[in-house]
Every structure is written in C-alpha cells, then in structure tokens.
Nanobody
Framework: QVQLVESGGGLVQAGGSLRLSCAVS????????IGWFRQAPGKEREFAAA???????YYADSVKGRFAISRDTAKNTVYLQINTLRPEDTAVYLC???????????????????WGRGTQVTVSS
C-alpha cells in the first residue's frame, strides 16, 4: 500500500510563504498522478495543484501564479511551494497519488487512490 506523509505546514502571516513536502513510500516515477488538495473546516476538499500524466502540471485558478508544484524523484518527494498566502488559504493540505489514469481527471479526489493525513496551514491577518 502506498503511503504518503505531508510536512511543512505551520502558522504564517498573510503574504508569507511555506514549502510543503509529501514523502511517498513508493517511486514517484511509478505514479500516474500526484496531487495536492486542501480542505478548510466546513468546506469541501479543493484541488490545488498536481502532476498528471507523469509530468504535466495543473493548478487551480485560485492558486495559479502563487503556488508551484515540484518533485525530487531521488527522494520520492513532491513539494508544494505556497507563496503570497492569504487567510483564505488556511486549510489542511493533503497529498494524494494514483498509479492509474481514470475518468475523473486530475482535479477530482475520486481520481486518487492513496492519501496522506495532511498538514495544517494557517494564515493570519
């Protein structure tokens, strides 16, 4: 079973930055897709960024230009650099992966089979 562990969250002031990490127990090169989602209290899980079809990157409109996904295949780690943070970015950030291509696409949680537990990001005013 693929395991993912997120880290790097914390409390940051508006306008600040964090670098989130997702350590994967399997070769990330074997994954069809790896994505970052976020979920705030009382809200649905929201797509943020992903590698899809191995190397193509996608971003939600709400984070485009501020967030950047990257990876280190030697470390089996995926990163999410989150910049120019706003209070509305406050959420638990979760990493997810799948070995398969599906019908629901990169932005749907249903496309991912493996999930980490998340790391909390809190942005203060």
């Amino acid at each position: 079973q693929v395991q993912l562990v997120e880290s790097g969250g914390g409390l940051v002031q508006a306008g600040g930055s964090l670098r989130l990490s997702c350590a994967v127990s399997e070769s990330i090169g074997s994954m069809f897709g790896i994505g970052w989602f976020r979920q705030a209290p009382g809200k649905e899980r929201e797509f943020a960024a992903a590698f899809w079809r191995r190397s193509i990157t996608y971003y939600a409109d709400s984070v485009k230009g501020r967030f950047a996904i990257s990876r280190d295949t030697a470390k089996n780690t995926v990163y999410l650099q989150i910049n120019t943070l706003r209070p509305e970015d406050t959420a638990v950030y979760l990493c997810a992966a799948t070995r398969r291509s599906g019908l629901t696409g990169y932005g749907s949680p249903d496309s991912y089979d493996y999930w980490g537990r998340g790391t909390q990001v809190t942005v203060s005013s």
